[in-house]
């Protein structure tokens, strides 16, 4: 729906968002987190916030690889 109004929305979700779940949420179309116990309730808060930060490169990455083949195909 936002896609389709062609309008500069940012959907951002806030609470639940771990490095489990992030590249889950970002695929159902997420662009913008919030995930304050899923980092401060950890010793190390780089080491979580660098973890969920890789899965977005590993989603970007999936994005980009099967954009091209798309476009390749075309």
């Known amino acids: 729906m936002i896609d389709a109004a062609g309008l500069p929305i940012r959907l951002e ?3 639940g968002v ?36 890789q899965e977005l490169r590993l989603l970007r990455r999936v994005s980009e690889s099967v954009s091209e083949r798309e476009f390749t195909a075309l």
């Open 13 to 15: 979700v806030d609470g």
């Open 18 to 53: 771990s490095a489990a779940n992030i590249r889950e949420i970002a695929e159902a179309g997420a662009d913008t987190f919030v995930a304050g116990s899923a980092i401060f309730n950890q010793p190390d808060y780089q080491a979580v916030i660098d973890t969920m930060r």
